[in-house]
């Protein structure tokens, strides 16, 4: 039997070994790098964005498979979203990643399987590099 545990870890090494929205843009573009100094994880977030909308979204980066998942899965999530509902998802997957998010969990999709780190406080810092990251990218293109 398939604990959700089991699925979670799952979808984390999927997206760990088949990222998502890997790569760089061509200008113009917004580049903002991330680094989480207690694992050692980078991102590099190419993000463009027009018209208060991010319009394409991709990373590079190195890490362990929690830091990297986290931004494939954050590069699928964005994608086509305006920036203050990019704004918000940052606040709901951070909420996630502490045990503080109230509501429905499997509407974040895939991010979801971030869940589990909430038992491991270091690892909290790599699953929300991408996101810190990304809120910084933000106020970039504000
Ligand atoms: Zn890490």
């Not at 200008?27 to 964005?49: A, H, M, W, Y």
């Not at 704004?87 to 895939?110: C, N």
Request: hydrophobic share 40%; glycine share 8%.
């Amino acid at each position: 039997m398939t604990t959700l545990n089991e699925l979670y870890q799952e979808i984390i090494l999927d997206h760990y070994r088949q990222p998502r929205g890997r790569g760089e843009l061509e200008p113009p573009k917004i580049t903002q790098e991330g680094f989480n100094p207690s694992c050692g994880d980078e991102i590099i977030l190419d993000l463009r964005v027009q018209d208060e909308r991010i319009q394409a979204v991709r990373f590079r980066g190195r890490g362990c498979s929690i830091s990297q998942a986290s931004a494939s899965m954050l590069t699928e999530a964005v994608q086509g979203k305006t920036l203050e509902e990019a704004h918000a998802l940052i606040q709901r997957v951070l909420a996630l990643v502490k045990g503080e998010m109230e509501g429905d969990v499997e509407t974040l999709g895939d991010i979801a399987a971030l869940a589990g780190v909430r038992h491991f406080p270091v690892r909290v810092k790599c699953a929300t590099l991408a996101w810190h990251t990304l809120e910084e990218a933000l106020k970039q293109a504000e």
